[in-house]
């Protein structure tokens, strides 16, 4: 009789084992994994990734280490997994931003060039490989946030200049049919790595960041209006956090870091509700990270790809509210995105735990 419940309770035990191996395993390919594909040409960080309308993507600029600044750009195709040569930007600078706009051509802004923050602008034309210089910004950003606007317009938020530590205040609105730079109200509080994501109504949710301080401070800015308002506070202060619209209008805010920047690494995650103009905790992420992409990618399927800050790469499905751990690792920890026009996701470059930048790339595959 005894030899019997041994024999039972193994089989249960035994039984439990293959259930949780194959419910992890089923977990784990749900949430998709990470393929390697052919390296950059050079190694990058603090560049751009942009996705360009025939599906390759624009790879501009960054730098190899510290001072080492790039004017080179180069092309991935998604058809072939490799990256090609293109154009070279009139500028060498890291930390600028870039966006598509509805023309089908690429602006940059901004960044830091020889030494110092620039407010020199330029367009690439994808279908010369060109970049041309257009009129300057009405201030020097370095790592500012450029935000397209359902008008086509472009929004340019915050960054850092000469005599600023932290962030600024000031905005700007591109005008994509002059091409020219006008100067708005500015925010309520000066922010760099802060995250600004277009909302279903057009307006945009500027969030956290840093000024004088790491903030939890919110507001949104109003198209029709051109100006800022605020908006429920986040219920923890950070920046170099990352963040992502829903399939229902809402907004993910993930990841960052506190006043102790590399000591303060957060996995808490919250959600900001329109309507209510409140945030809401949510499931934290498995890793604690920060230096994030700003824009997680938005699959298909409504779910968001967060990566950086970490070699491991996690899945935020709206409908369960919580993360799933994807397949695969990365081996540096910050990177840079894009999603493909297939639904894949580009993550290419960054660097590890030193200055020293990185050409390895991968691609997330659904």
């Not at 293959?18 to 393929?35: C, D, N, P, Q, Y």
């Not at 790039?70 to 072939?80: C, I, Q, V």
């Not at 824009?295 to 967060?306: E, I, K």
């Not at 894009?338 to 691609?363: E, M, S």
Request: glycine share 10%; aromatic share 8%.
């Amino acid at each position: 009789m005894h030899s019997s419940r041994i024999a039972y309770t193994s089989v249960l035990v035994l039984s439990s084992l293959i259930a949780f191996f194959v419910a992890t395993e089923s977990s784990r390919s749900s949430a998709g994994s990470l393929v390697a594909v052919a390296p950059m040409l050079e190694p990058r960080s603090g560049h751009t990734s942009t996705l360009l309308p025939d599906g390759r993507v624009l790879i501009a600029g960054g730098m190899r280490r510290n001072q080492d600044f790039y004017r080179s750009a180069e092309l991935f195709d998604p058809s072939t997994g490799r990256f090609q040569e293109s154009g070279e930007m009139n500028s060498a600078r890291v930390g600028h931003a870039a966006i598509l706009l509805n023309s089908g051509k690429v602006l940059i802004v901004g960044g830091w060039s020889s030494h110092a923050c620039t407010d020199s602008a330029e367009l690439y034309d994808p279908s010369t490989g060109r970049f041309a210089l257009v009129a300057h910004m009405t201030t020097r950003r370095g790592q500012p946030l450029a935000t397209l606007l359902k008008n086509g317009d472009v929004l340019i938020t915050g960054g850092a200049d000469r005599d600023t530590p932290g962030g600024v205040a000031s905005a700007e609105i591109f005008h994509s049919a002059t091409q020219t730079f006008e100067r708005i109200s500015s925010m309520h509080s000066g922010r760099i790595s802060h995250t600004a994501t277009l909302l279903n109504d057009g307006r945009v949710l500027i969030a956290g960041g840093r000024g004088d301080r790491v903030t939890n401070s919110a507001e949104i800015f109003d198209p029709q209006t051109k100006s800022f308002f605020p908006t429920g506070d986040m219920i923890t202060a950070r920046y170099k956090h990352t963040a992502g619209i829903l399939p229902d209008g809402r907004v993910l805010v993930a990841g960052g870091s506190d006043e102790r920047d590399w000591d303060g690494n957060l996995a808490a995650a919250e959600i900001f509700e329109p309507r209510s103009g409140r945030f809401t905790a949510t499931a934290a992420l498995h890793a604690s990270r920060f230096k994030l992409p700003e824009q997680a990618a938005q699959l298909p399927t409504g779910q968001l790809l967060v990566a950086g800050g970490s070699s491991l790469v996690e899945l935020f499905d709206h409908d369960s509210g919580s993360f799933q751990p994807v397949s695969g690792r990365l081996d540096g920890a910050w990177h840079f995105m894009t999603r493909l026009r297939d639904g894949r996701v580009l993550l290419a470059g960054g660097y590890a735990n030193n200055d020293q930048a990185t050409d390895h790339a991968w691609v997330y595959q659904p």
